[in-house]
C-alpha cells in the first residue's frame, strides 16, 4: 500500500515536472518568436536558449535548434548556426523538416555557398508537401540565383499564382519579399514591384505590415525620384506607427522622411526626423550585425548614412550660428560621428562590453598645448574640428569623400611600398587649414581621431613641402573620445615584462591558411621583383625568403591547406617567419630597463606567458612578435612560440581585479602588422589595448626592418625614463632620431609607429 501511495505521488510529481517544462518551452518559444518578429534578435537569442534548455521531446528540440540556428544565421554566426540547423534537420520529418532546409539554403547563400544552398532548397521544395506558404518561400528563394531575365520571369508566375492563396497575413509577406527582389533588378522589375507591393497595402490588416507595405511603396517611389509621393506615403506608414515600437521600421521610415525632407529645403523638420531616426537606430543596433566581405562593410553602406546625414544638418546649421549655439551643434554633431566609431569598435570586438566598460573622461579634458583633430568625412566635403581648450572650431575642406579617400588609400599604399608619396596634398587638406589656429594656441601635440581610410594612414608622414609633420608636433590616435584615461601617468620605474619570438615553434602549425598566404605574400611575380629590388636591409617584410614557398603555393593553385599537411612546407613557412632582429632588440631592452622579466622563443610559450602576467603586475608589455590585424578580433592574434593568442583572450586573462587597479601602462607590438587596405585592421590597436586593460597601446601599421625596430625602440624606452617626457613625445623624439639617419628618411622606416589611447 506504501509502495502504491508512494509511486502515484511519484508519477504525479513527474507529470507536474514535464507539465511545467512544456509551459516552459511553450512560454520562452513564444518570446523568443515575438522578439525576433520586432527585430529583436539578442532578445529573442535569450529566450530561444531558455527554450532549448527546457524542451523535452525530440520535436520540441528541432524547434529550439532550429529557430535559434536561424538567428544565428541572422548574426552571422554560420557555424553555430549550421550544426543548430543540421541538428533540427536531422530530427523532424514533413514540412518541419523542409522549414529547417530552407533556413539551410539561407545559412549557406549567406555564405555564398551557391551550389549548396541551391541544394538545400530543392530538398525543401520537395518535403513542403501542402505547406503552399512555405513553397512560395522556398520558391522566391530559388529565383534569387537565376540570370535576370529568368528571375523576373519567375517572379512574375510567382504572383500570378499568389492571387489564389489564401493565407492574407501570409500573402502580405510574400508579396513583400516578391516587390523587393522585383525592385532590385531595376527598371525592368518597377512594374511588377509596384504591384507586389500595392497587393501587399491592400491585404495588409495589421499596423506593422501595413507600414511595412506603405514603406516598401515609399522606398519605389523614391527611387523613382517621385519624392512628393514617396513622402506622403512615409508619413502615412508613421501615423500608422504613432504608439509602436518596431524600431526597425520606425528607424527606416524616419530615416527617408529626412532624406525628403532635406530634399524639399525643410532643413529644420528633417533634422529633426533624422535625429529620431538615429534613436531608433540606438535603441536596435545590436541586433543589427555587421556584414564585412570584399572589403565593404555593411555597415558603412547600410547604416552609416543615417548618422552622417545627422551630423552633416548640424555641421551645416553650426555655420549659421555663433558663440554657444554654435559649439552645441559641432558637439552634437561630433557626439553623433562618435557613434559611429563606437559601433565599429564593438562589431570588431564583437560586442559591446568591452567598450562600454572602457569608458572613462573625454579626452578633451587635457593640457593647453594638445589639439584634438577630428575629421569628419562627408560625401561632397571634408570637415575637421578641433578641440583645444579654448573649444571646437570648425574648418570646411571641399573635396569629395571618393577623391579623399581615393588619396588617402594611395599614399598608405605608397608608404607601405617605399614609394614617393602624395604626402602634401593630404596635408593641405587635413592640417593647412588649422594652422593659424595650433600656432596662435602653441599646441605641441596633436591627437587625431580618424575615421574608414584614415585609420590606415600614419598621419606623422603628411608633409608640407619642407617638413613631416612629425617635425613640428608630436603625434597620437585615438579610436574616439572616451575610450582612453586621458591623465598623465604617475612616473616610476616601470616593471616590464618582455617577450620576444626571433625563432617560431609549433605555432606555425596552427597558422590559419589566409594567414600564411598574407605572410608569404602571394603575388605576381613582376610586383614581387619590384618590391625585392629596393630591398635595403633585413626587412621584416622578408621577400627574398619567401619566393620559393609562393612559387610552390602557385603550383599548388593556391591551396594552402593542403600544402600545410606537408613537413617540409612547414619548415619553409617557419624560416620565413624568424625574426632575427627580435633577439638583439629584447636582449637591448633588458639590458636598458632596470625592472624586467625577459620570455624569449620557447620560454615565450602561451602557458607560460599566462603565469607570468598573473604573477605579477606589469606597467609595461613589450612583445616583439609577429602580431597581425584582420577585419575584427576574431581573425586579429599575437604569435607566442607555441600558439596563438587572440586578442579576445586577453581579455579573460587580464580581467582580474588587480589589473583593474593597475592597469598596464603600455602594451608594445613591435613585429606586429594590418591587413593592407582593410580600414577596419587598424582598430586592433584599439582593441587589444582595451582587451588588454592597457591605457595605450604602440604598434606598427606594416612590418619594417629589423634595424629600424631595434633603433626606435631602445630610443623610445630611453626618453621615456625622462620624467618630464610624455609618451607620445617619446615616440615622436625617437622618429625624428630614425629620420636622421640617411638610409632611413623614408617614411617607410619610422611613420608606421602610432601610438594609441593615452598619450601622457
Not at 587598424?682 to 629589423?706: C, N, Y
Request: glycine residues 4%; charged residues 25%; contains cysteine.
Amino acid at each position: 500500500m506504501i509502495y502504491i501511495v508512494f509511486k502515484r505521488l511519484f508519477l504525479s510529481l513527474l507529470l507536474t515536472f514535464n507539465v511545467a517544462h512544456a509551459s516552459d518551452f511553450s512560454s520562452s518559444l513564444y518570446e523568443g518568436l515575438e522578439c525576433k518578429q520586432q527585430g529583436l534578435i539578442y532578445q529573442a537569442e535569450q529566450n530561444l536558449l531558455q527554450a532549448q534548455s527546457s524542451a523535452q521531446t525530440l520535436a520540441q528540440q528541432a524547434k529550439a535548434a532550429g529557430e535559434l540556428g536561424a538567428i544565428y544565421v541572422r548574426l552571422h554566426r554560420y557555424s553555430e548556426a549550421r550544426s543548430l540547423l543540421d541538428k533540427a534537420y536531422q530530427q523532424s520529418e514533413g514540412s518541419e523538416k523542409a522549414q529547417y532546409a530552407n533556413w539551410l539554403g539561407n545559412l549557406y547563400s549567406s555564405e555564398h555557398e551557391n551550389k549548396q544552398a541551391q541544394d538545400y532548397y530543392t530538398r525543401a521544395a520537395q518535403l513542403a508537401g501542402d505547406n503552399t506558404a512555405l513553397s512560395f518561400r522556398i520558391r522566391l528563394n530559388l529565383a534569387r540565383n537565376l540570370a535576370a531575365t529568368e528571375h523576373l520571369n519567375e517572379l512574375q508566375k510567382i504572383s500570378d499564382q499568389l492571387d489564389l492563396f489564401s493565407n492574407a497575413e501570409e500573402k502580405v509577406q510574400l508579396y513583400l519579399n516578391l516587390g523587393e527582389q522585383a525592385r532590385m533588378l531595376g527598371d525592368e522589375g518597377v512594374s511588377l514591384a509596384y504591384y507586389a507591393f500595392d497587393r501587399a497595402n491592400t491585404l495588409a490588416s495589421s499596423p506593422r505590415l501595413q507600414a511595412e507595405s506603405f514603406d516598401a511603396l515609399a522606398s519605389l517611389y523614391e527611387d523613382q525620384k517621385r519624392y512628393d509621393e514617396s513622402l506622403r506615403l512615409t508619413w502615412q506608414a508613421l501615423a500608422l506607427m504613432q504608439n509602436a515600437q518596431e524600431r526597425d521600421v520606425l528607424f527606416s521610415l524616419e530615416w527617408r522622411q529626412g532624406r525628403l525632407l532635406r530634399q524639399n529645403k525643410q532643413t529644420q523638420s528633417a533634422r529633426a526626423a533624422y535625429q529620431r531616426a538615429v534613436e531608433h537606430l540606438e535603441m536596435i543596433r545590436q541586433d543589427i550585425p555587421v556584414d564585412y566581405q570584399n572589403g565593404k562593410s555593411s555597415f558603412r553602406e547600410t547604416l552609416e548614412p543615417v548618422y552622417l546625414g545627422l551630423a552633416d544638418l548640424l555641421l551645416e546649421q553650426a555655420k549659421q550660428e555663433t558663440g554657444e549655439l554654435q559649439q552645441q551643434h559641432l558637439k552634437t554633431a561630433r557626439d553623433t560621428v562618435e557613434l559611429i566609431k563606437q559601433t565599429e569598435l564593438e562589431d570588431f570586438l564583437g560586442g559591446r562590453c568591452t567598450v562600454e566598460n572602457a569608458r572613462r573622461e573625454n579626452i578633451e579634458d587635457m593640457d593647453d598645448k594638445t589639439a584634438i583633430i577630428y575629421p569628419i568625412i562627408l560625401p561632397q566635403r571634408l570637415e575637421i574640428l578641433v578641440s583645444t581648450k579654448k573649444g571646437l572650431s570648425q574648418f570646411v575642406v571641399p573635396v569629395e569623400a571618393s577623391v579623399f579617400n581615393s588619396q588617402v588609400q594611395k599614399m598608405a599604399r605608397n608608404l607601405r611600398n617605399r614609394m614617393p608619396s602624395n604626402a602634401s596634398k593630404l596635408y593641405n587638406w587635413l592640417v593647412t587649414p588649422t594652422e593659424n589656429l595650433l600656432q596662435e594656441q602653441n599646441i605641441e601635440t596633436l591627437v587625431f581621431v580618424p575615421d574608414g581610410s584614415l585609420r590606415l594612414l600614419p598621419m606623422s608622414a603628411l608633409f608640407d613641402g619642407k617638413h613631416y609633420l612629425i617635425e613640428k608636433y608630436a603625434v597620437a590616435t585615438s579610436p574616439g573620445l572616451t575610450l582612453f584615461d586621458p591623465k598623465p601617468v604617475q612616473r616610476k620605474k616601470f616593471s616590464t615584462l618582455l617577450l620576444g619570438m626571433s625563432n617560431p615553434g609549433s605555432v606555425v602549425e596552427k597558422l590559419p591558411p589566409p594567414v600564411v598566404g598574407g605572410f608569404i605574400h602571394v603575388e605576381d611575380i613582376e610586383t614581387e621583383k619590384e618590391t625585392a629590388s629596393t630591398e635595403t636591409d633585413n626587412s621584416r617584410n622578408l621577400i627574398e625568403k619567401g619566393r620559393g614557398l609562393r612559387e610552390l603555393v602557385k603550383k599548388n593553385h593556391g591551396d594552402i591547406a593542403q600544402l600545410m599537411r606537408s613537413a617540409e612546407f612547414i619548415a619553409g613557412v617557419r624560416e620565413q617567419l624568424k625574426l632575427p632582429g627580435v633577439k638583439q632588440e629584447v636582449s637591448a631592452l633588458s639590458e636598458q630597463l632596470s625592472i624586467n622579466t625577459l620570455l624569449l622563443d620557447d620560454n615565450f610559450t602561451l602557458a607560460h606567458f599566462k603565469e607570468e602576467v598573473m604573477l605579477s603586475p606589469y606597467a609595461i608589455v613589450h612583445i616583439a612578435s609577429h602580431g597581425v590585424f584582420g577585419s575584427s578580433a576574431e581573425n586579429s592574434f599575437l604569435m607566442s612560440y607555441d600558439d596563438l593568442l587572440h586578442i579576445n583572450e586577453l581579455e579573460m586573462l587580464l580581467k582580474s581585479d588587480k589589473f583593474l587597479k593597475e592597469p598596464v601602462e603600455l602594451l608594445t607590438l613591435s613585429a606586429c602588422q594590418t591587413a593592407e587596405g582593410d580600414d577596419r585592421a587598424p582598430l586592433g590597436f584599439a582593441g587589444v589595448a582595451l582587451k588588454a586593460h592597457a591605457r595605450s597601446s604602440l604598434g606598427t601599421l606594416w612590418p619594417i626592418s629589423d634595424e629600424a625596430a631595434f633603433n626606435l625602440m631602445t630610443q623610445f624606452y630611453k626618453n621615456l625614463t625622462d620624467k618630464n617626457m610624455t609618451k607620445v613625445k617619446a615616440l615622436q623624439q625617437a622618429q625624428l632620431k630614425l629620420l636622421e639617419h640617411t638610409q632611413m628618411k623614408h617614411p617607410f622606416y619610422w611613420s608606421p609607429f602610432i601610438l594609441v589611447g593615452n598619450w601622457l
